[in-house]
């Protein structure tokens, strides 16, 4: 036996700045993506046939010219598929893969394609003559519910205290509404789909989604058999965003379905025209609010109405017009409140998940009432959010009924208004103001509060496939996706730091319905969170045995043997971590293991509108500063200060990418992302010339990020961090509070600026001109 002599510590452990697993391979373009995948012989590609129309009756189609391209294998409609022609998630039966008889939105896949090239499957598909007969159709929210289209699925009420007591017990009470618009997920790597049949009924697709388990089931569906006849792999993928939450499911079912029937692989790739097309966005809601509150400002009663564009079929909009009643009161205390949704159809693509999954739409109608108060009392907004804090006994209870145990909001704001020279600077932003009539200024600090679980509970559990080899190497496969975000490297981590060896002795593989089943979504922030206490229960499996072994076979106690920096101590031996594994595996050991984990605590009962949903909540806040061209509309972030909860990081570079990257896209969605639907019921911001993302141009001129890292979370998560993927997305909102502070300014910041999101140059300029039309008024009153 070799004795090994201690060091201190492993390399790449957790709590550790550890670079991204596939970093090299990004920057290289040595990563492999599923466009990469060599094509073997053979090779069909298949294109999916749009309508042409928002809604319609389809009277008659002609494939004849379709059939006759070059190339052409065969074309497949709803009457090829040997299943069942649904791919709904919410399992109302109303997402066909193809629409038989009618079509209920522009760019719904009618047939599809398949042929010897992309290139001939695509011109083909084009060639189609389809004769319909044109119904009438909505886009828009408010024309929907006036036209009493219906819910798409059963809507939400939250209620606690007595609404009217509180109403008349208010010193003051505002009415108003606020357009929220959707966003595109833009993701680098857009749909794609590889497929390719094996021995009888099976299949094994290379999918580029965020829940293999339902790609899996779906494709089951969709071609008749078990799910066990279907494998679906996931190495990675060039973004997500919740767009590949659901949405991958049509291209695997298509390609699926092809693959079947012409016994040859088949991919299918949209271009990014027919992509954003043929695939859901964020939810754009429209927000009627009613609020009662005293003189100082404090909140009295709270009444509102959420009303989300849904699309034509259900799809995730339950869930996600839910979870903007869950964050309607972000970081605020609402003594008498009813919350209530209007999930509504629209002759739309179906609405889907978005980072943040409607919590962001909540969040922000929440933030205009409190900008409402403020500006209706000429107060500075940030005294008005302090002030409805939660915050000690009576004043720590949710809407759902949930008691908020874990606040620390009081300590990040109070730390970020020192940090980031608030009272100075706002200020400096007054005066500046009163001095310049063209440019304005605007500053805003804003909270966020973020619920971190699945409301759907079952999807809260996860499991992992641990494998130790003789050569002390560790195979580690999980439930999670790897979409950029850096899952993979951080549960690595764990095990190594379970194992106490260095990061490079684990290979993590592709996620694999095949090696780890029944997995839920990489969404709701929770894949590090469910994964990693998955892996890390199968790896202390694995470590118990060796431990009991080890005891057994040197005749010590278990408490004499511990897993120490690339070494195991045997009483006062130490052996390196290879030499004992392959002892162990000698001895017959089990160096193998299945973990699990699901999330304690939570409950919910939707009926009812009371649980606790979530089993905490991440924190942090954000402070930025814009100026604006009152003549154009035009705006620039100039400084943008963060202070972010994530407990105690389990990677704080991969953490603070995500705070950064999440804050931009959260400021595009609410300045320059607009989707906008021509009266033809035609998505015309549909490529990259016409939908705007921000630019490196756009990031602010200043930009300071850091994490909270005091915190440590209460809960027993892994390792005492925090989920980091959707609750820093909604800190781009101190962005449009900062502008509607700069549009107030021509006011005398004495009434409510209510600029709609996107706060577009053109609305920016529109909510100016009308706040100077009503401050002309008035003053000759």
Known sequence: MNVMQPIDRIRGGVHEKEKHESGHKHVSGTAEYIDDIPEPAGTLHAYLGLSARAHAEILSIDFAEVGASAGVVGILTADDIPGENDI???????????????????????????????????????????????????????????????????????????????????????????????????????????????????????????????????????????????????????????????????????????????????????????????????????????????????????????????????????????????????????????????????????????????????????????????????????????????????????????????????????????????????????????????????????????????????????????????????????????????????????????????????????????????????AASSGSDLNGMAAANAAQQIKARLVNFAAERYGISEADVAFEPNVVRIGSERISFPEFIKTAYTARVQLSAAGFYKTPKIHWNRSEGRGRPFYYYAYGASCSEVSVDTLTGEYQVDRTDIIHDVGKSLNPALDVGQVEGAFVQGMGWLTTEELWWDAKGRLRTHAPSTYKIPLASDRPRIFNVRLAEWSVNREETIRRSKAVGEPPFMLGISVLEAISMAAASVAGYRLPPRIDAPATPERVLMAIERLRGKAATETTR
Do not use: W
């Open 88 to 522: 709904s998630p919410a399992h109302k039966h109303d997402d066909p893969v193809f629409a038989t008889g009618k079509v209920e939105f522009h760019g719904q896949p009618i047939f599809a394609v398949i042929a010897t090239s992309r290139d001939a499957a695509r011109r083909a598909a084009a060639k189609v003559k389809i004769d319909y007969r044109d119904l009438p159709h909505v886009t828009d929210v408010k024309e929907a519910q006036a036209a009493n289209y219906p819910l798409v699925i059963d809507p939400l009420k939250l209620e606690r205290g007595d609404i009217d007591a509180g109403f008349a017990k208010a010193q003051n009470v505002v009415q108003g509404e606020m357009r929220i618009g959707g966003q595109d997920h833009f993701y680098l790597e857009g749909h794609i789909s590889f497929a390719f049949p094996g021995e009888d009924d099976e299949v094994t697709v290379y999918a580029s989604t965020q829940h293999p388990s339902e790609t899996q089931h779906m494709v089951a569906q969709v071609l008749g058999v078990p799910s066990n006849a279907v494998t679906v792999n996931v190495r990675r993928m060039g973004g997500g965003f919740g767009g590949k939450e659901t949405q991958a499911n049509l291209f695997a079912a298509v390609a699926a379905v092809a693959a079947r029937k012409y016994r040859r692989a088949v991919k299918i790739r949209p271009d990014r025209d027919d992509d954003m097309t043929a695939t859901g966005k964020r939810h754009d809601f429209h927000v009627d609010y009613k609020i009662g509150f005293d003189d100082d400002g404090r909140i009295e009663a709270v009444d509102a109405v959420f009303a989300a564009r849904c699309g034509f079929s259900a799809d995730l909009s339950g869930p996600v017009t839910d979870r903007a009643l869950f964050h309607a009161d972000n970081c605020y205390f609402y003594p008498n409140v009813r919350l209530r949704s209007r999930p509504i159809k629209t002759n739309t693509v179906s609405n889907t998940a978005f980072r943040g999954f409607g919590g962001p739409q909540g969040m922000v109608g929440g933030e205009r009432m409190i900008e409402d108060i403020a500006y209706t009392l000429g107060k500075d907004p940030l005294e008005i959010r302090k002030l409805n804090f939660y915050g000690g006994e009576g004043r720590n209870l949710t809407p759902y009924h949930q008691t908020v145990e874990d606040n620390i909001i009081g300590r990040i704001i109070e730390e970020l208004e020192l940090s980031a020279d608030y009272a100075t600077r706002r200020e400096a932003v007054l005066a500046f103001n009163r001095e310049n009539h063209v440019i304005k200024r605007g500053i805003a600090l804003t909270p966020v509060k973020f619920g971190i679980s699945f409301t759907k509970t079952e999807y809260n559990q996860a499991a992992a496939l641990v494998h130790v080899y003789t050569d002390g190497s560790i195979h580690l496969n999980h439930g999670g996706t790897e979409m950029g975000q850096g899952l993979y490297t951080k549960v690595a981590q764990v095990v190594a730091d379970e194992f106490q060896v260095d990061l490079d002795r684990i290979k993590v593989t592709a996620t694999s319905t095949g090696k780890v089943p029944n997995t839920s979504a990489t």
